[in-house]
C-alpha cells in the first residue's frame, strides 16, 4: 500500500459524464388525410419537428423510442380550392452506443431533423410517405463524490485551476397518476373504438420551498379512434390535463438550480360512456437540484507522484431569456361558422421547431398549438372548437456560445387571449423562452499525493481491490486503464450502484496511456 500525505482537499458531488455519442437514423412511415378533411390537390408547405418518447439504458448503449410530427399545409380538391391543415405522426427507434453506460444512471437524449422529404403515396391519394434524416444525440452521467486536493503543502510547487460546476445537492424520482375525464370536441362524432394513444408529458414550471421541489406540467393525449358513425370514419384528438405535485429533496433551498424532466410510464384511455373518456397515467418525476460553485482544484505537482482523476462535467456557459409577444389574426376555418364568443383557450403543445448557435448567440423557432373553444354565430348558438398555430422566432444572447456546445430551449406561454372579430379571431400571446448553454468541461485534477508509487497492476494481470469510500467503477476503470464492463464481467453479481466499502472485488490491469 503506498503512505498518503496530508494536503488540503475538498469533497465535491459531480454529475460526471460517463459517455456521450451521436447517431444517425432513418425514420420511415405514412400519414393519412384525417377523415373529415378534403382531398390533397397541392402540397403548400410541410414541417416536421422530432421529439424523443422514451430512452432505456443497457449496458454500454442506450434504446431511444420518439416521434417525427408532420404539419402539412396544403390547397384542398375542391371547386373553391381552399387551405386546409392537417398533421401526423411517424415513430422511430434506434440505439446509441455508449461505452461504460449502466442501467440506472442519468441520461439526456436529444434529436433533431436533419432533412425531411414528403411524396403522395402511389397506391392511396389520401397517404403520404414520409421518409426523414434524423440525429440523435445520447450523453449518460453519474453522480458522484469526489475528494480533490485544492492545496498543497508549503515548500511544494503545483498548478491550479479553478472550476465552476453545478454541484449536485440532491437527485429524486416520484411516480404519480394523473388522472382524467373529459368528452369528445363537440365537432368530432363519439367514439366507438380507440385505435392509438400518444402520451407525452411536459413540465411547465418548477419552484422550491425548503426541501421541497414543486413541479407543474401538462400532460397531452392524442387519442386516434373509430367514429360511431355509419362511415365508420377514422378521428383524431387532442386533450392537455394540468398536474402539479412535489418531489422531496433534502438541502434544497429556493436559491438553488433545478431541472425537471417528466416521464409517461403508462397510459390507459377507455370509452366510458358520459364523459365519454377515461384517462388514467402513471407519469415518473426526475428532478434534480444544483447550486454553482467555484472549486480551486490542484492540476499538477511539480517534482511529487500524484494520484488524479478525470472530470468529465457538464459547466453552464451562460444562461438567457426572452420574452416574444405573438400577434396574430386568423380567419375561422372554411368548414367552421363564426365565433360571437370565446368560451375558453388551452394550449395543447409547445415545439421548438430550430436552435441555431452561432458565436456569442441562440437563435431559436417554434410553435404554440392553441385549442379555442367558441360559441357561434348560428341561430342555435352551438359550441365548436378550433385548432391554431401560432409561430414564433427570437434570439439570446449568450457570450462564449459556440455552434459545437449544447442548448437546451424551454418556451412557456405567460400570456394569450383571443377575441372574435368578424368571422375571424385575433390572438395575442406572450411567449417566454428560456435557454441554457453547456459544455462538456474534461479537467484531470489531483485528488493525492503519495509518497512512493502506488500498489502495482502488471498490465494483463487480475488484481484483488478493496472498496473505499467514494469509489466508482467508473474511477476503478479509469484508474486501472480497463473498461466498466470488464469488471463487471469479472465480479458477476455485485450491484455497480450500491458498491461496499470493505468488499473486495476483482480489476483487471489494463496498459496505461
Not at 24 to 31: L, M, N
Not at 226 to 253: I, K, L, N, Y
Request: net charge negative; glycine share 4%.
Amino acid at each position: 500500500m503506498v503512505a498518503a500525505m496530508t494536503p488540503d482537499t475538498e469533497k465535491i458531488t459531480v454529475r460526471q459524464v460517463v459517455s456521450e455519442n451521436t447517431q444517425q437514423v432513418v425514420a420511415r412511415g405514412e400519414i393519412t388525410v384525417p377523415g373529415p378533411k378534403p382531398d390533397v390537390d397541392q402540397v403548400i408547405s410541410t414541417e416536421g419537428t422530432a421529439s424523443i418518447k422514451q430512452t432505456d439504458l443497457l449496458p454500454d448503449k442506450a434504446v431511444v423510442e420518439g416521434t417525427v410530427t408532420l404539419q402539412m399545409i396544403y390547397v384542398a380538391f375542391e371547386p373553391d380550392q381552399s387551405v386546409h391543415h392537417m398533421h401526423g405522426q411517424i415513430p422511430f427507434t434506434t440505439y446509441v452506443d455508449l461505452p461504460g453506460a449502466l442501467p440506472g444512471m442519468d441520461i439526456k437524449a436529444n434529436v433533431k431533423i436533419e432533412d425531411i422529404k414528403v411524396t403522395r403515396s402511389p397506391r392511396d391519394p389520401r397517404k403520404f410517405e414520409v421518409i426523414a434524416v434524423l440525429e440523435v444525440t445520447a450523453k449518460v452521467f453519474e453522480v458522484q463524490e469526489v475528494e480533490v486536493l485544492t492545496q498543497v503543502p508549503d515548500g511544494m510547487e503545483a498548478q491550479y485551476d479553478t472550476l465552476t460546476i453545478n454541484e449536485v445537492v440532491g437527485r429524486e424520482v416520484k411516480q404519480l397518476i394523473v388522472s382524467d375525464e373529459f368528452d369528445n370536441p363537440p365537432e368530432k362524432p363519439e367514439p366507438e373504438k380507440i385505435l392509438d394513444v400518444d402520451a407525452t408529458a411536459t413540465v411547465t414550471n418548477t419552484r422550491i420551498v425548503a426541501n421541497k421541489v414543486i413541479v407543474d406540467g401538462e400532460l397531452t393525449l392524442q387519442i386516434t379512434y373509430v367514429g360511431a358513425v355509419p362511415e365508420q370514419s377514422v378521428h383524431s384528438m387532442h386533450h392537455t390535463v394540468p398536474f402539479t405535485d412535489f418531489v422531496e429533496v433534502a438541502g434544497a433551498r429556493p436559491d438553488m438550480d433545478v431541472a425537471a424532466d417528466a416521464f409517461v410510464e403508462n397510459c390507459q384511455v377507455d370509452i366510458k360512456g358520459d364523459p365519454v373518456f377515461t384517462a388514467d397515467c402513471v407519469i415518473k418525476l426526475d428532478v434534480r437540484v444544483t447550486e454553482p460553485r467555484e472549486v480551486r482544484v490542484v492540476t499538477a505537482v511539480a517534482g511529487a507522484t500524484v494520484k488524479t482523476v478525470e472530470l468529465n462535467i457538464e459547466q453552464l456557459i451562460g444562461e438567457a431569456t426572452s420574452q416574444v409577444v405573438v400577434r396574430e389574426t386568423f380567419e375561422t376555418p372554411q368548414q367552421k361558422p363564426c365565433p360571437v364568443k370565446i368560451i375558453n383557450v388551452t394550449i395543447d403543445d409547445t415545439e421548438v421547431a430550430e436552435t441555431k448557435v452561432i458565436n456569442n448567440k441562440v437563435i431559436t423557432r417554434g410553435f404554440v398549438s392553441v385549442k379555442i373553444v367558441y360559441v357561434s354565430d348560428k341561430p342555435d348558438q352551438a359550441v365548436h372548437a378550433m385548432h391554431q398555430r401560432l409561430n414564433f422566432r427570437t434570439f439570446v444572447e449568450i457570450r462564449g456560445a459556440t455552434k459545437d456546445m449544447d442548448v437546451d430551449v424551454r418556451p412557456v406561454v405567460e400570456y394569450i387571449d383571443v377575441e372574435p372579430q368578424a368571422c375571424d379571431v385575433h390572438i395575442e400571446a406572450v411567449i417566454k423562452v428560456q435557454v441554457w448553454v453547456t459544455d462538456t468541461l474534461r479537467r484531470e485534477v489531483v485528488v493525492s499525493l503519495v509518497s512512493a508509487v502506488e500498489e502495482e497492476c502488471p498490465v494483463g494481470e487480475i488484481i484483488d481491490y478493496t472498496i473505499k469510500s467514494g469509489d466508482t467503477l467508473f474511477e476503478l476503470a479509469q484508474r486501472y486503464s480497463t473498461t466498466v464492463a470488464r469488471i463487471l464481467e469479472l465480479n458477476p453479481g455485485i450491484n455497480p450502484q450500491n458498491l461496499q466499502v470493505g468488499q473486495v472485488i476483482k480489476i483487471p490491469c489494463g496498459a496505461k496511456g
